[in-house]
């Protein structure tokens, strides 16, 4: 079972930038589809950002622009860089797993919060 462990969550203003990471255990990341998810007070979760084992990204439209995902396989973490930020990017941020045999996000982090005053 892949563990998953966020950090780099904080308090920021608007216009700032932010960098968080997640690390990884288990040798199948490099196989693995990586995902951010976030979770604001009151909402749903909602994907971010996705990093394919194919190379392959994805960025949610509220993001694009502002959000890069990147992955380093040697080191087993993906990382979320967050430029820009607004009020309304004020979430818990969670990275999540999706291996090739399940096809589905099924290890999540217990996720980083993330704060931006206007």
């Known amino acids: 079972q892949v563990q998953l462990v966020e950090s780099g969550g904080g308090l920021r203003q608007a216009g700032d930038s932010l960098r968080l990471s997640c690390a990884a255990s288990?040798?199948?990341?490099?196989?693995?589809?990586m995902g951010w998810f976030r979770q604001a007070p009151g909402k749903g979760r909602e994907l971010v950002a996705v990093s394919g084992s194919n190379g392959n990204t994805y960025y949610a439209d509220f993001v694009k622009g502002r959000f890069t995902i990147s992955r380093n396989n040697a080191e087993n973490t993906v990382y979320l860089q967050m430029n820009s930020l607004k009020p309304e990017d004020t979430a818990v941020y969670y990275c999540?797993?999706?291996?090739?045999?399940?096809?589905?996000?099924?290890?999540w982090g217990q996720g980083a919060q993330v704060t931006v005053s206007s």
């Open positions: 288990g040798p199948t990341f490099s196989n693995d589809d």
């Open positions: 999540a797993a999706a291996s090739p045999n399940s096809g589905r996000y099924d290890a």
